[in-house]
């Protein structure tokens, strides 16, 4: 067993990457499939996704970088269709166990990481649906950050309570927390999802 980051570790060289690379790249397909993995019900991480440059003298065994991209791909003078995706950087997430059959355990706290981002991803989709009489784009800003926020204190509450995964018992509550609050927000699945605005114009 060993200890496992989360996102913070490596929070200033994905940020630099995401602002001048991610916008060109995240939705575009085929450079997506090999810089990221998008979050999907249906595509669980595995070790072979931590392609990232290994720290050797690091006390963590592993370390995920996940976060939440945002991008509004169509709006008029009423609406606003927003694209939002929860993503994995392969590049910039690293691991140390060289037997890619092995680590199950391992590998479910990283996913857990990644379901976090996850989690309030679908928190910001609820979030925005629920504003009433939004006449600017200046909410879609404002929410996403104070999520954002709030995701950080999250993954890093996560670490602290499972002690890095070490505590098994707080690792299983975890489990069963984070499977629980996916379910819930289940309806706010979707990385599409239509604002309509109340005036003539936006204003980003």
Request: glycine share 2%; net charge negative; charged share 30%.
């Amino acid at each position: 067993m060993g200890i496992f980051g989360s996102m913070k570790e490596v929070m200033k060289k994905a940020l630099i990457f995401f602002l001048f690379i991610a916008p060109y790249s995240v939705f575009s397909q085929g450079f997506s499939d090999y810089y990221f993995v998008l979050w999907s019900d249906h595509r669980r991480l595995n070790w072979n996704d931590f392609v990232g440059v290994v720290r050797p003298y690091s006390h963590y065994t592993a370390v995920t970088s996940s976060r939440i991209y945002t991008d509004d791909f169509y709006h008029s003078s009423d609406t606003i269709k927003i694209k939002m995706v929860s993503v994995f950087d392969k590049f910039v997430s690293w691991t140390k166990i060289k037997d890619t059959s092995a680590g199950k355990y391992e590998l479910k706290h990283e996913q857990d990481h990644f379901d976090i981002t996850e989690i309030y991803a679908r928190k910001i989709r609820r979030a925005l649906c629920q504003v009433n009489n939004m006449t600017t784009y200046g909410p879609v800003d404002s929410i996403t950050e104070i999520y954002n926020a709030e995701l950080d204190k999250e993954e890093d509450k996560y670490d602290i309570e499972t002690n890095n995964s070490i505590d098994e018992d707080e690792q299983k509550k975890w489990n069963v927390k984070v499977e629980k609050e996916l379910d819930e927000l289940d309806a706010y699945k979707d990385n599409v999802f239509v604002i309509k605005l109340q005036e003539n114009r936006i204003n980003k």
